[in-house]
């Protein structure tokens, strides 16, 4: 018995972190990970999809400002942290020239004064994280990054042993709330 419990509280540990992912905030059915160490953006996205994940894409001022408040929790006020936006062309101000990693339509921007602005390398986009506002840099410049996975939902909450849910909560597909209302059938 005793190496059966030892075993268990050696793994816990890793069980929680596997479960938990601490250090990461959820948001609409994406996880996002801050990480500070600063690293150039092909490496940054390679870190990404290590987990199956990307540099983090951002489609409105909702997920923008959700963003920018993470990050000004993480980095230094004056650090820019990299988004998953990087152009294909040399005319930043066509939006279809700027794709994200993702492979989600570059529908939004948040450009800071003056921005973007022609690079002689190949531009990726940084947010700024004392405000949020984006800017161009070289994809080979440092910095922090911030990484997002999609979390795969169930339709449905499923009773335990064959009992049946009461009150079942859809929030607007931003998950389920099961409330505790179980009967036995």
């Known amino acids: 018995m005793w190496k059966a419990c030892f075993a268990f509280f050696i793994f816990l540990p890793v069980l929680t972190n596997a479960q938990c992912n601490p250090g990461s905030v959820y948001s609409n059915n994406r996880r996002f990970t801050l990480f500070p160490a600063q690293v150039d953006f092909k490496t940054a996205e390679s870190i990404c999809m290590v987990s199956n994940g990307h540099l983090a894409s951002v489609h409105n001022t909702i ?21 998953g936006a990087k152009s294909y062309s040399s005319d930043l101000n066509d939006s279809n020239s700027w794709n994200w ?85």
């Open 63 to 83: 997920d923008n400002n959700f963003l920018a408040q993470q990050a000004q929790k993480y980095v230094s006020g004056s650090s820019s942290i990299w988004l």
């Open 101 to 185: 990693t993702d492979g989600t339509q570059f529908n939004y921007q948040n450009y800071q004064s003056g921005q973007p602005e022609s690079l002689e390398t190949q531009a990726c986009m940084q947010m700024s994280a004392s405000n949020g506002k984006w800017r161009t840099s070289s994809c080979i410049n440092y910095a922090p990054f911030i990484c997002e996975y999609e979390i795969a939902l169930p339709t449905t909450c499923t009773p335990p042993n064959g009992g049946q849910w009461n009150n079942v909560e859809d929030t607007n597909n931003r998950g389920y709330i099961c409330r505790a209302n179980l009967r036995r059938s």
